[in-house]
Every structure is written in structure tokens, then in C-alpha cells.
């Protein structure tokens, strides 16, 4: 079956850095258009960055020029560098493929920036 296993969350000062990784395993994952997600307490996932398979991406206005999105299709791996962070990027921040019908999640990982 589809898994995807988000890593590299954890508590950062503001204006640090992080990677974070989302291994996927069961499907092939060049097809996909992969997306990272966020969400805080209180507040409804929204949309950080997304990448097609052909490498296009989108970011979310608030990331933008602090966040880049890459894929490796031979590794079955899509990344989030996150530069400059901020107390507001504090969330649970998921993993996620989609290729119409199918949209599957990672289980999460967290993300604390202290100001």
C-alpha cells in the first residue's frame, strides 16, 4: 500500500532552518504531483508548496522566497528547505500525493519555531 513518511520537523529559533523530507514507498511516485502541507492549532491545512511531476511548483504567498519545494524521483523523495523561519510557520506540516482519483497523506511532522 501508499506510505509516506514525513522526517526532519523540530523545534528551531526564528530565522533558522529545516529540511524536511517525505519518503514515499507503494506507488510510483513520478506521476504524483507532491505537495507539502501545514496546519496549525486552531486553524484549517493549507497548501505550503507543490511540485508537479514535471517540477513545476507553487508556493503559498506567505513562503514565498523562505521555502523551496524539490523532488527526487529516483529516490522516491520530496523535500522542503525552509529558510528564514518564523514563529507563524509553527504547524504540523504533511506530506501529500496526488494523481487523480487518488490523494494520499503522510501522518506528520512537527514544526515549533520559537521567537
Known amino acids: 500500500q501508499v506510505q509516506l513518511v514525513e522526517s526532519g520537523g523540530g523545534l528551531v529559533q526564528a530565522g533558522g532552518s529545516l529540511r524536511l523530507s517525505c519518503a514515499a514507498s507503494?506507488?510510483?511516485?513520478?506521476?504524483?504531483?507532491m505537495g507539502w502541507y501545514r496546519q496549525a492549532p486552531g486553524k484549517q491545512r493549507e497548501t505550503v508548496a507543490t511540485?508537479?511531476?514535471?517540477?513545476?511548483?507553487n508556493y503559498a504567498d506567505s513562503v514565498k522566497g523562505r521555502f523551496t519545494i524539490s523532488r527526487d524521483n529516483g529516490e522516491n523523495t520530496v523535500y522542503l528547505q525552509m529558510n528564514s523561519l518564523k514563529p507563524e510557520d509553527t504547524a504540523v506540516y504533511y506530506c501529500?500525493?496526488?494523481?487523480?482519483?487518488?490523494?494520499?497523506w503522510g501522518q506528520g511532522t512537527q514544526v515549533t519555531v520559537s521567537s
Open positions: 501529500n500525493a496526488r494523481s487523480i482519483p487518488n490523494s494520499y
Open positions: 507503494g506507488m510510483i511516485f513520478s506521476i504524483y504531483v
Open positions: 511540485i508537479t511531476s514535471g517540477g513545476s511548483t
